[in-house]
């Protein structure tokens, strides 16, 4: 088999979280969906089609895949998945050349025969993809497809338990290891801890509610307490953390404090107290001491969070803060409801709540949303946190957030502009 996976023009939906990575590396359960697929389907050969900018630094990381490569695509029938359709492993449909895949209106998959290859990397994909789609049947598939980052929260408790179910059924994997002084509240069998982790006495494993994982080279420190389902990745670390139901980690975060229903992409420090609940935490990412947020209105009222700058009603009463890449936040930060915080920002506190958008590459400081003047100190900020988990900041990856930073320009501009015209009608109402 040769598998593909998009990304189309919706993806923008999801910002500020895909601005350095495509829709399906995000993390939802236990994997990405580029994971996740993988090991499904163990295809023969993977390739992927993605945003221009992202092109060096995803060759880069996954050499074995063919990336928006015309002629790979020519090679074979391939089969296309969208890469913000989000499947049960226990529920993957029977694919067919004749048949187009519909999930919630959306093409979720079809097989792409090579003389139709050369379409689908032209500047019209979603154009493309529709077209094709008219030749075959429309089937409704299972699943559902991401739109905006709050449905990787609202779902990720369910793909925790999903995903907690296939690695079970498909690799044999046993439960904890019987011979560690941890507690169990709750069915012993939906626990799972790596052979290599490491968990202290008097961690407390509630899987009444659901499944806990626990990957290779993890480390539970004691007097933490764990409500499932939750999933913690590869070397990731908890220090007396209060972690309830929902929550996934991905490799190598370093964790305190009190968390629920949040994901963190990997590579990020939450080492301190303070509360996370109902967020989005992206690579790279250190929150200082009491980095703290909202995710309940005292009125109850439904959230909304403003995607590049304009405000979208997520329907939901839930909803906590979307920090992207490299964000960095002082001591006693404090985040708003439904906020979106954008790439490379640093954020210093004022003693009050944040502003619920802050765009990419600006500081927040003395009250105000600042622009800088140069990427430079943020590009060697980044150099020396990656070096801290022995990971290379590469040329490729300055280059693409200087790419980033340029096609942002408009979303800062606006967002100053508004701040500029607010802080015109407060002193006129002052006067």
């Not at 023009?9 to 969906?33: A, D, K, M, Q, Y």
């Not at 290779?216 to 220090?239: H, K, N, S």
């Not at 600042?370 to 590009?379: A, R, T, V």
């Amino acid at each position: 088999m040769r598998l593909a996976i998009f990304e189309n023009s919706t993806s923008s939906t999801l910002e500020p979280l895909i601005w350095v990575r495509p829709v399906f590396e995000l993390l939802t359960g236990h994997f990405s969906t580029r994971e996740r697929w993988l090991k499904v389907l163990q295809p023969d050969e993977w390739g992927a089609i993605i945003r221009p900018h992202l092109l060096e630094t995803y060759c880069e990381s996954h050499p074995d895949a063919y990336v928006n490569d015309v002629r790979w695509l020519a090679g074979g029938h391939t089969l296309l998945l969208n890469g913000q359709w989000l499947c049960n492993p226990a529920d993957i449909p029977e694919f067919s050349d004749e048949s187009v895949g519909i999930v919630e209106g959306e093409i979720a998959w079809m097989v792409c025969d090579p003389l139709e290859s050369t379409l689908l990397l032209d500047h019209h994909l979603d154009e493309s993809l529709v077209r094709l789609a008219q030749s075959r049947k429309r089937v409704v598939s299972p699943g559902k497809i991401l739109r905006r980052p709050w449905d990787l929260i609202n779902g990720n408790e369910q793909q925790i338990c999903e995903d907690h179910g296939f690695r079970q059924s498909s690799q044999g994997e046993q439960k904890a290891l019987p011979n560690q002084a941890f507690t169990i509240v709750g069915p012993a069998h939906a626990l799972w801890v790596h052979e290599s982790a490491k968990v202290d006495p008097f961690v407390v494993f509630d899987t009444t509610g659901g499944p806990i994982y626990i990957d290779r080279d993890a480390v539970i420190q004691a007097f933490t307490r764990m409500e499932g389902p939750c999933y913690v990745g590869p070397g990731t670390q908890l220090f007396r953390t209060n972690l309830r139901a929902g929550t996934s980690f991905g490799p190598m975060c370093r964790v305190g404090g009190e968390i629920e229903n949040s994901v963190f992409q990997g590579f990020s420090n939450k080492y301190h107290d303070g509360f996370l609940g109902h967020s989005y935490v992206g690579s790279w990412v250190n929150l200082g001491a009491i980095t703290t947020n909202s995710d309940l209105k005292n009125d109850y009222s439904n959230v909304s969070v403003p995607i590049g700058g304009t405000s979208i009603a997520t329907g939901e009463k839930k909803v906590g803060c979307f920090l992207a890449d490299h964000v960095k936040t002082g001591l006693g930060s404090m985040f708003n409801t439904g906020s979106a915080v954008g790439v490379m920002s640093m954020i210093l506190p004022a003693g009050e709540l944040l502003p619920k958008h802050i765009p990419s590459f600006t500081r927040f400081w003395h009250g105000e949303i600042e622009e800088l003047s140069s990427i430079e100190p943020l590009l060697e900020t980044a150099a020396i946190a990656m070096s801290r988990r022995g990971e290379e900041f590469s040329i490729a990856q300055e280059r693409m957030l200087r790419a980033v930073w340029h096609a942002t320009k408009p979303e800062r501009q606006k967002a100053l502009a508004r701040q500029s015209s607010r802080s015109i009608e407060t002193s006129r109402q002052n006067q």
